[in-house]
């Protein structure tokens, strides 16, 4: 099984120093690229690769590329999206601790095609490791000349900084992603502009994710063909898939793109914890639905079509002990807090949905409760909110509202949790936040 | 006043954008480090020095988790609540924590050591729960490692 993302990463999960990634033929496609090919050509292999975004909207790569124009105004922008901090994600932290030179690679190789000028890495707040890989290997690769002028005496420049961010989930969607690196709060842009006509400092600019672009160099190295072929289904390539939950082996792998659900869990995760058995479960980080079924190849097209997104490709498995109205609290609390608070519906109508739910795990959950959440989902769904983060959070809840029903109506007719023993005591029983927790630690969750 | 060293890892973070104002969010968090919070007069400062209104700063400040604008203990205890955590079962280590320390969100323990605030998920889920302190992660915690994890900051 071919794995071009991860087959070179060390036993001890150090990083891959510059030497070791050159020995193993790091950098070869940087100078395949810059010793003939054109910024067009390394555009139309990629788009025959038929790579997708791996940050979760699978949007195809050389499509967005191309959307760059030509003789658009200058400096160009690159970014690498590494603000990885959708709930149940890990995969990201991986690639950037354990090879980041192929990032780096991908990234210039990306650079180039789109003719950009100054790239940024954004990383999250608690990746401190990966900061420091990172801040270590940009600067290797400046001083063996991969970086700044005159790139490997091809005349072209490009310079790379990394950015590290101040904790705010929003700032993993790319148009806030953008405002955070300008130095403003991290609310989402109207599109259009779409970034890459006017992106970073009004100027046209490609975000990517940290996967994205990692894919880059070994496309380059074997082609097109070949990429589309290490995958078993139609969307090309391999997949950083995951696992977490109560399984017999949590982790992460690189798989070929559309390996079943049944295969990760069963199979790579070992299978469920002794006394614990499969309820269901999200396929691609917090914002998407649930899925109940195991046979789902995990595509993007086959997971769309039983219902879900493949969003992130890192699974969290919820199980017969666990409660699914609690599951689903903690990820509206997680919603509720980490709403960047611009627009009405998202900002008031998630820490409702919360409460709602908190009273129901505390039973005091009402009859009418249900239809309740349903008007949410849907009144918060796609079209209703200014970015897909309210659209996202209403994924699991909507999908949990279906297939774990039975556990909703329980909690409110027996006025309890079946799975509790102590109260959720983040916030009392229809309302409003426990004055002790109002810290402004939190600026988003203080009403 | 900014010290030397605030004022050069500033300088450093504005040299990698357009206009001292898009630095802010790194300025803010280059006096954190320092100063271990962003008091008003801290914030004044910055703005000053980025030559941008101390509103516009503080909306930037109060914007971010990660920047306090409130004063936090030596230490910052920041636990994963997010869901593989809680799946794992991270409520137990916020009990622990809460027993052993006093302290629960948000709050600072009296002598001043332990900050405890709850985190979004850490990207570290096969080895749930999680938290970090100061800039050190610790991957499956159990309530039993507590003390000793503790006994390491001063
Ligand atoms: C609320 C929200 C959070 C997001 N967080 C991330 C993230 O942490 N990392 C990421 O790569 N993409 C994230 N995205 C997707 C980005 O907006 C964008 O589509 C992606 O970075 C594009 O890269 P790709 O085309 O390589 O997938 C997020 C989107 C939304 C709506
Ligand atoms: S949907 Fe939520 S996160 Fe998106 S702009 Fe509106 S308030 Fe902000």
Not at chain 1, 90 to 100: A, G, I, N, S
Not at chain 1, 189 to 200: D, E, I, M
Not at chain 1, 333 to 342: K, L, N, W
Not at chain 2, 104 to 128: F, H
Request: net charge negative.
């Amino acid at each position: 099984m071919e794995k071009p993302l991860t087959q070179h990463i060390r036993a001890d999960g150090k990083p891959l120093s510059l030497n070791e990634y050159e020995r193993v033929g790091g950098y070869s496609a940087l100078r395949k690229v810059l010793s003939g090919m054109t910024p067009g050509d390394v555009l139309n292999v990629v788009k025959d690769s038929n790579l997708r975004g791996r940050g979760g909207a699978g949007f195809p790569t050389g499509l967005k590329w191309s959307f760059v124009p030509q003789d658009g105004p200058r400096p160009r922008y690159l970014i690498c999206n590494a603000d990885e901090m959708e709930p149940g994600t890990f995969k990201d932290r991986l690639l950037l601790e354990c090879t980041p030179h192929q990032l780096i690679e991908g990234m210039i190789i990306a650079a180039f095609a789109i003719g950009a000028d100054v790239s940024y890495v954004f990383l999250r707040w608690a990746y401190r490791e990966a900061a420091r890989i990172i801040n270590v290997a940009i600067h290797e690769a400046q001083e063996a000349g991969y970086l700044g002028r005159n790139i490997l005496g091809s005349g072209y420049d490009l310079a790379m900084h990394l950015h590290t961010g101040a904790g705010r989930y929003i700032c993993g969607e790319e148009t806030a992603l953008l405002n955070s690196l300008e130095g403003k709060r991290a609310i989402p842009r109207a599109k259009p502009p779409f970034p890459q006509v006017s992106g970073l400092f009004g100027k046209p600019t490609i975000v990517n994710n940290v996967e994205t672009l990692c894919c880059i160099p070994p496309i380059i190295t074997h082609g097109a063909e070949w990429f589309r072929k290490l995958s078993l289904t139609s969307d090309a390539g391999t997949k950083i898939y995951g696992v977490s939950g109560k399984v017999k082996k949590p982790g992460a792998w690189e798989l070929p793109m559309g390996v079943s659900l049944r295969e990760l869990i069963e199979e790579y995760a070992g299978g469920m914890l002794d006394g614990h058995k499969f309820r269901g479960a999200l396929p691609g980080g917090a914002s998407t639905d649930f899925l109940v079924e195991l046979d789902v190849k995990m595509d993007y097209s086959s997971v769309a079509a039983a219902g879900s997104r493949l969003g992130t490709g890192t699974v969290v498995v919820l199980d017969d002990r666990t409660c699914p109205v609690g599951f689903v609290r903690n990820l509206e609390q997680f919603f509720a807090q980490e709403s960047c608070g611009f627009c009405t519906p998202c900002r008031e109508g998630i820490p409702w949905i919360r409460n709602i739910l908190t009273a129901m795990e505390n039973g005091e959950g009402m009859p009418g409760d249900i239809d309740l959440l349903e008007r949410h989902a849907r009144g918060l769904g796609p079209g209703h909110t200014f970015c897909a983060f309210a659209p996202g959070a209403m994924e699991p809840l909507q999908s949990a509202l279906r297939f774990f029903r039975d556990d909703f109506i329980r909690h409110i007719e027996e006025h309890t949790c079946p799975w509790r023993e102590h109260p959720v005591n983040d916030h009392n029983s229809r309302g409003f936040v426990v004055p002790h927790l109002q810290t402004n630690y939190h600026a988003a969750d203080t009403h | 006043m900014l010290t030397r060293e605030e004022i050069l890892e500033i300088d450093r973070a504005i040299s990698a954008v357009p206009y001292r104002k898009a630095a802010c969010i790194e300025a803010l968090k280059v006096v954190q480090t320092h100063r271990g919070w962003i008091s008003d007069e801290s914030l004044r400062t910055v703005a000053g020095y980025l030559e941008m209104s101390v509103d516009d700063l503080d909306s930037v400040a109060t914007f971010y988790n990660l920047i306090f604008r409130k004063p936090v203990g030596r230490h910052v205890i920041l636990l994963c609540d997010s869901i593989s955590c809680w799946v794992m079962g991270y409520e137990q280590l916020r009990e622990r924590l809460r027993d052993h320390l006093g302290i629960d969100y948000g709050e600072t323990t009296a002598d001043g050591r332990y900050t405890l605030l709850p985190n979004p998920c850490l990207g570290t889920c096969d080895c749930a729960p999680a938290l970090m302190i100061d800039n050190d992660l610790y991957r499956k915690v159990t309530p039993e490692m507590l003390e000793s994890i503790l006994s390491k900051y001063l």
